[in-house]
């Protein structure tokens, strides 16, 4: 059996048409309403005189394992608010300065990705649950426990998830 051209065209058409509402979807969904923020740049270590760890030739020994890279800059995390990572799945809030929190970007409700933080919450637009900046319990809406805390390290300026 052989297909003529115009089916074979109106295949090609319809494969190209389900390709782009694929990806019109799946673009839907990265970017919903989660502001993707810029990639933190990587933070220099502090100056120290000295060149960081190494093992001398010989030794034996072994270099220090490198720290994490830096998730964010201290200086990036609104003091009283937070900042979504949503490519790591996780949200940094800085309740008081110098002071910062790590919680799962995914809401204990039906799993939605968090989409903003304000007035000392987390929302999560899906269904308007809410959840506090410095521990992550329910604030409101229909979640019914806290996000998840991570753990966070801050070394100077850099925020590392740890
Ligand atoms: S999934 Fe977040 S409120 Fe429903």
Known sequence: MTEDAGTASRRAVLAGTGAAGVTAVLTG?????????????????AATGTAGPTAAAGDGGA????????????????????????????????????????????????????????????????????????????RGGPAGSPLPAAAVTVDGDAVRLT
Do not use: M, W
């Open 29 to 45: 969904c990265q970017t919903y309403g989660v502001a993707t923020p810029a990639p933190a740049a990587p933070v220099a270590p």
């Open 63 to 138: 270099a220090e394992p490198a720290a994490a890279p830096a998730l964010a800059r201290l200086a990036d995390i609104p003091v009283g608010g937070g900042r979504i990572f949503a490519e790591q799945g996780v949200v940094l809030t800085q309740p008081t300065a110098g002071t910062v929190k790590a919680f799962s970007a995914k809401c204990t409700h039906a799993g939605c990705t968090v989409t903003s933080v304000a007035d000392g919450t987390i929302v999560c637009a899906c269904h308007n649950s809410r959840f506090d900046i410095t521990d992550g319990s329910v």
